[in-house]
Nanobody
Framework: QVQLVESGGGLVQAGGSLRLSCVFSGRTFSSYGMGWFRQAPGKEREFVAGLNWNGAITYYADSAKGRFTISRDNAKNTVYLQMNSLKPEDTAVYYC?????????????????WGQGTQVTVSS
């Protein structure tokens, strides 16, 4: 029933910025916590950032702290990931995910629904 659609990925040089968006539909958006994950070729999906239903509580992977910012606009049913100072190691497919509640907001198993992903490629 819930659908998540990511956009905003692309090719950027190291040091550049991108803003990813994820539009949520099918249920009441403000009932859900949201997260961003990424997966590079040959690697497992890893947590990037997450936030609770109103954005008052945020979580970041160590690799994202100080560079990435997660936010949400409940009026637009959208969660964002602003990525600054991008590095080649940030290259991956980025996925948004939703959870009605999670004790493990930084783990894949803490989320119930996933988008299709958007490719981010950072060149050196």
């Amino acid at each position: 029933q819930v659908q998540l659609v990511e956009s905003g990925g692309g090719l950027v040089q190291a040091g550049g910025s991108l803003r990813l968006s994820c539009v949520f539909s099918g249920r009441t958006f403000s009932s859900y916590g949201m997260g961003w994950f990424r997966q590079a070729p040959g690697k497992e999906r890893e947590f990037v950032a997450g936030l609770n239903w109103n954005g008052a509580i945020t979580y970041y992977a160590d690799s994202a702290k100080g560079r990435f910012t997660i936010s949400r606009d409940n009026a637009k049913n959208t969660v964002y990931l602003q990525m600054n100072s991008l590095k080649p190691e940030d290259t991956a497919v980025y996925y948004c995910a939703s959870t009605i509640y999670s004790d493990s907001p930084s783990l894949v198993r803490g989320y119930n629904m996933w988008g299709q992903g958007t490719q981010v490629t950072v060149s050196s």
